[in-house]
């Protein structure tokens, strides 16, 4: 597939646009477009200059395009502007962030509410002037000094704003260049997940940009696309919501590595993946707002996690993690609301996060349980457990994929008579209270692209009061 000369050392975000021109470097291919490093040098100096005479100050970044996403985002950085990342492209989601930003800049793609004021990127590229070589100086960025706004998606779907400096970023790509270097060598890059994240962010756009492995422009959205462009000089980033959709038999030549993020992957997807893909995927651990933290290849379900060799890690009273991680703050330590058990120094294994603990009639009650011991019923597949308020009253209710004994057993007896099979089977556990209430039977529980479940899609699957 894609040959290309690339630098043989890691490049700090910092001094990345200084790299000289003459590496034969292919960034990103569209198909059988390709883009040169030196086309990139240009457009990312081309749209800085444009960028810089605009009078406003906060640049929000959308696109489909990963290479004009790359391209806006270190130009957004030199033309001094402060940079925006909303989590995705949907026209209310941009409007309802409308108050964080002044201009989105998007490629062609994008639905645009009409309140946004926004900016096509391809047009401005379109109209730039040829650039002497000479001319383009890229001084050295101060990256603890420039900051990036990033959302989580989290799970009650409401917006939060992350802000990070450029060097914590950096210090994270130090940290997975130190570790599968190596293994990637000059691999390209595909991925199924987005970079309006930071998964997506650092594993799909800046890692490979400093290090010189060129990467896909669009995302492989579908299993079969997954599996038809796989080959042994290509690295797959992706998430458990794709990669649990792996169900074809038909084997492909192998990744030379996969990666997911996002959420947890089940060990039989884990499994499969392997089979199919000829590589056990790599999990990584973490969040918007810590970074990476650990990472593991799942050989079985208890498979601990290490962790990264520059975050520290401890328990705080409540058994739950807290790291001391230069991806976060180097000197202080960060509490996480994941209940661990440490192995030792170097390993843990989570046990589910403490803020899916509620409070029903005084009880306190954990959702993580409830979803694991519905699990273990031979006619469950899935389980997404969470508090529902109906008629002033809190109580329980469960989305649940079924296996094809659940199906079989739900036509042979009917939903009524299953919901109380479930109920009394789950009266083993636990308490009666914390009993799902109401339940739900669909095909698929919904993720979004980061494999993240969002309580208000679950939700509106009880709008109808049944």
């Known amino acids: 597939m894609h040959t290309a000369i690339t630098p043989s050392t890691l490049t700090s975000l910092s001094t990345l646009m200084q790299r000289p021109t003459h590496h034969l470097t292919h960034v990103a291919f569209n198909g059988t477009k390709q883009y040169s490093w030196p086309q990139f040098r240009a457009h990312v100096f081309s749209l800085s200059q444009q960028l810089a005479i605009i009078e406003q100050p906060r640049f929000a970044l959308c696109c489909h395009d990963s290479y004009l996403f790359a391209v806006a985002f270190m130009a957004v ?126 594993f799909r756009v800046l890692w490979p940009l400093c290090r010189g492995r060129s990467f896909d422009c669009f995302n492989l959205d579908y299993p079969e696309q997954v599996v038809a462009q796989a080959a042994p000089n290509k690295v797959l980033i992706s ?80 058994q739950c993690l807290k790291i001391c991680s230069p991806f976060v703050d180097p000197l202080h330590w960060y509490q996480t609301c994941d209940h661990c058990v440490l192995i030792d120094n170097d390993h843990f294994e989570l046990k589910g996060r403490t803020d899916r603990i509620i409070k029903i009639e005084e009880k306190r009650i954990s959702l993580t349980e409830i979803e694991q011991r519905l699990c273990q019923l031979p006619w469950i597949d899935e389980a997404a457990v969470f508090p529902l308020e109906q008629q002033q009253r809190l109580h329980i209710a469960a989305v649940i994929t079924l296996t094809t004994s659940g199906m079989e057993q739900l036509n042979q007896i009917g939903k009524g008579k299953f919901w109380l099979l479930l109920r009394q089977q789950l009266r083993q556990w636990i308490e009666p209270i914390a009993i799902p209430r109401r339940f739900r039977p669909i095909a698929e529980i919904p993720l979004n692209s980061q494999g993240k479940r969002l309580i208000r899609d679950l939700e509106h699957l009880f709008n109808d009061h049944n």
């Open 239 to 318: 998430s458990p919501a794709l990669l649990k959709r792996l169900h074809t038999d038909v084997t492909s030549a192998p990744y030379n590595a996969i990666f997911s993020s996002g959420g947890p992957l089940a060990l039989a997807a884990a499994q499969h993946c392997q089979q199919l893909l000829g590589k056990l995927p790599f999990e990584v651990f973490g969040s918007t707002e810590t970074g990476g933290i650990g990472y593991r290849q799942q050989q079985q379900s208890t498979t601990p996690w290490q962790r990264f060799t520059v975050v520290n890690i401890a328990l705080n009273a409540e």
């Open 77 to 202: 950085i030199y033309a001094k502007k402060q940079l925006i990342l909303p989590s995705n492209h949907q026209p209310a989601a941009l409007a309802e962030l409308n108050t964080h930003f002044d201009i989105l800049l998007h490629d062609e793609e994008l639905h645009i509410p009409s309140s946004v004021t926004t900016i096509n990127i391809g047009s401005l590229l379109n109209t730039q002037e040829q650039i002497s070589l000479s001319h383009m100086v890229f001084p050295p960025l101060a990256l603890a000094d420039t900051e990036l706004t990033l959302f989580t998606s989290g799970s009650s779907g409401i917006p939060k704003a992350i802000v990070k400096t450029l060097d914590l970023l950096d210090n994270e790509i130090a940290q997975l260049e130190a570790i599968w270097g190596a293994q990637l060598q000059q691999s390209h890059i595909c991925s199924t997940v987005s970079h309006q994240h930071i998964y997506g962010l650092l």
